[in-house]
């Protein structure tokens, strides 16, 4: 029996759903229920996982003793990192809930203006904690976590300095992104928003069919009047991540370490 509890934002719903329905490993899932995490929930009912539980709060959780890995997931709402204490602040508190029912932490996020520039710091846990790496440190946010990396998100901001990037968790939120307090943004507000941007860059991944990634940025670009541009993105940064926490559970290390 190992369980990873999974700490992320909902932008990463589509990531985390193919992640652990693809993953033979995975006995189970259990998601603890509220509005942020009700679509996750219907993607992995929807997949070939055999046991999917929605909780409503986790001291309903019990872990089963035949399963080989189970995940425990927490998921935040979006926009957190527009302040940087809310976000470590509100990260904080649910490795703490999950703390006592799991061996391992993995985070769906990355440094995120710098709110978890020293994950140790934000979160006082005794369990090993795990984020998507970029070389020796987290990558920047989920648009780099898509792209591969710092150097490939650097590179296509030095190519177009006016760059609004849509992985496929930002085709689906950007207006809720955009204005938090309704989901939606009205014409002139939008235009304001985007002053200074030139161009919107589709970054493509497995979660989502290409068709519809383009049929999402078309749009975008139609409401925003940015020229539309398209690229490939990647999961396997997070799949390492998710590797690497799997592991280190599954070889029975990841009972009350300290957080790395």
């Not at 679509?39 to 992995?44: F, G, Y």
């Not at 029912?101 to 993995?106: F, S």
């Not at 990634?213 to 690229?231: A, D, H, I, P, W």
């Amino acid at each position: 029996m190992a369980v990873i509890g999974i700490v992320t934002c909902e932008v990463l719903e589509l990531e985390f759903a193919q992640l652990l329905a693809s993953d033979p490993d995975v006995d189970r899932v259990s998601i603890l229920e509220n509005a942020t995490s009700a679509r996750l929930a219907d993607l992995l009912e929807a997949s070939p996982l055999r046991y999917v539980q929605r909780l409503p709060h986790v001291h309903a959780f019990g872990p089963e003793p035949d399963h080989e890995v189970e995940a425990l997931i927490r998921v935040l709402r979006l926009g957190l990192h527009r302040t940087r204490s809310v976000l470590s602040g509100a990260i904080a508190a649910a490795a703490r809930e999950l703390r006592p029912h799991v061996e391992a932490l993995l985070l769906g996020y990355g440094l995120c203006g710098n709110a978890l520039e020293d994950p140790r710091a934000v979160l006082d846990v005794d369990i090993p904690v795990f984020l998507p790496m970029d070389g020796c440190h987290p990558v920047d946010d989920c648009i780099a976590l898509c792209l591969g990396g710092r150097d490939r998100y650097h590179g296509e901001q030095c190519r177009v300095p006016g760059t609004f990037f849509l992985t496929p968790g930002w085709t689906q939120h950007w207006k809720r992104m955009l204005d938090s307090r309704t989901g939606e943004i009205a014409q002139p507000a939008l235009a304001r928003t985007l002053a200074g941007y030139e161009r919107a860059l589709l970054v493509t991944t497995p979660v989502l069919p290409e068709t519809e990634m383009r049929r999402r940025g078309q749009e975008f670009s139609e409401k925003t009047g940015l020229r539309l541009e398209v690229c490939q993105g990647t999961l396997a940064l997070l799949a390492k991540a998710w590797s690497e926490a799997k592991s280190c559970v599954q070889a029975g290390v990841g009972e009350r370490r300290p957080a790395e």
